[in-house]
Nanobody, 121 residues
């Protein structure tokens, strides 16, 4: 089992910045990806991928956050962070830390509890 604990959400004005952090603990293999998803408050509970970093260090961002958000991972501390700059009102959501790793014989997925990010003046 893996536990993910997020921190860093809050209220910020448009154009501001926030740093989200996620610490993983438990049976971590290090062979998978870590990333961030978000659930918008006015959707049908669908979570959308924001950014992900693989075990090899490759990163992927959804188009709407490219150039504004930066994901980073510390492989020794088993943490992943999301630096969010130039925040907009449509970034308002609950942000979830996610980890996928291979645990023989299948891939498993873990989620954090979520942290609220509200962008409003």
């Amino acid at each position: 089992q893996v536990q993910l604990v997020e921190s860093g959400g809050g209220l910020v004005q448009p154009g501001g910045s926030l740093l989200l952090s996620c610490a993983a603990s438990g049976a971590i293999s290090g062979n998978g990806a870590m990333g961030w998803y978000r659930q918008l408050t006015d959707t049908d509970n669908q979570r959308e991928l924001v950014a992900v970093v693989t075990s090899g260090g490759s990163t992927h961002y959804r188009d709407s956050v490219k150039g504004r958000f930066t994901i980073s991972r510390d492989y020794t501390k088993n943490t992943v962070s999301l630096q969010m700059n130039s925040l907009r009102s449509d970034d308002t959501a609950v942000y979830y830390c996610n980890m996928k790793q291979f645990e023989h014989p299948t891939w498993r997925e873990y989620w954090g509890q979520g942290t609220q990010v509200t962008v409003s003046s």
